[in-house]
């Protein structure tokens, strides 16, 4: 099956500082990206979808500045938490599809993110 | 709107089978999925449903029936590694996931 990485695999980060999360398509073209955030013993909620070479579509209640999203190259989506706050601290998790096979989604193993 | 609907908990007996239903309603609709999860990582996939009935694959099968927004996973010959969250998520007319909050399902020796 597709392989889709995410880097780093864990993050501790002092609040105020903005820490960057890489997701990569290592075997494909992921046309789409999506974001999501899940918290201990809930369930995944969407953050945003990314097209490559367009902005990013925010679920709403997700603040697009505070969360930014780069979607560069078919290969690459980048999540970047500004500012961070202990909060954020989350378990953040990408996938990514091709869009000729729009109802598979590959996801990454997952970015955990502790904001002192 | 959309919803999906999943127990919140089950518990099963190793070797057994147990049966985890989903019920769901989606703005159009385009597959039903299952995903497993264990604690800490990221969700993996398990199997995709868009015509009515059983999908067989070793010991886990899917169910899907469309006309009553319903699906069910079941797992045979249960094994202490499939202790995990079950994902139920329905696919919306945009390809969009729209995801239950999960089944954890808890397997006693």
């Known amino acids: 099956g597709a392989v889709v990485s995410q880097h780093p695999s864990w993050v501790i980060c002092k609040s105020g500082t903005s820490v960057k999360i890489e997701c990569r398509s290592l075997?494909?073209?992921?046309?789409?990206m999506f974001w999501y955030r899940q918290f201990p013993k809930q369930s995944l909620m969407l953050m945003a979808t990314?097209?490559?070479?367009?902005?990013?579509?925010?679920e709403q209640g997700v603040e697009k500045d505070k969360f930014l999203i780069n979607h560069a190259s078919l290969t690459l989506s980048t999540l970047t938490v500004t500012s961070a706050h202990p909060e954020d601290s989350s378990f953040y998790i990408c996938?990514?599809?091709?869009?000729?096979?729009?109802?598979?989604?590959?996801f990454g193993p997952g970015t955990r993110l502790l904001v002192l | 709107g959309q919803n999906i609907d999943q127990p919140t908990e089950m518990t099963a007996t190793e070797g057994a089978i147990v049966q985890i239903n989903c019920t769901y309603q989606?703005?159009?609709?385009?597959?039903l999925f299952w995903y497993q999860q264990h604690a800490g990582e990221a969700p993996t996939f398990l199997s995709y449903?868009?015509l009515d009935g059983l999908e067989e694959k070793g010991r886990f099968s899917s169910f899907l029936s469309r006309s009553k927004g319903y699906s069910y996973l079941l797992l045979k010959e249960l094994q202490m590694k499939d202790s995990a969250s079950y994902l139920c998520a329905g696919m919306d007319s945009n390809y969009q996931l729209i995801w239950g909050a999960g089944t954890k399902l808890i397997i006693k020796p």
């Open positions: 989606t703005s159009g609709f385009n597959g």
């Open positions: 449903n868009v």
């Open positions: 075997d494909f073209q992921a046309t789409t």
């Open positions: 990314s097209n490559e070479g367009s902005k990013a579509t925010y």
């Open positions: 996938s990514a599809r091709w869009d000729r096979a729009q109802e598979t989604q590959y």
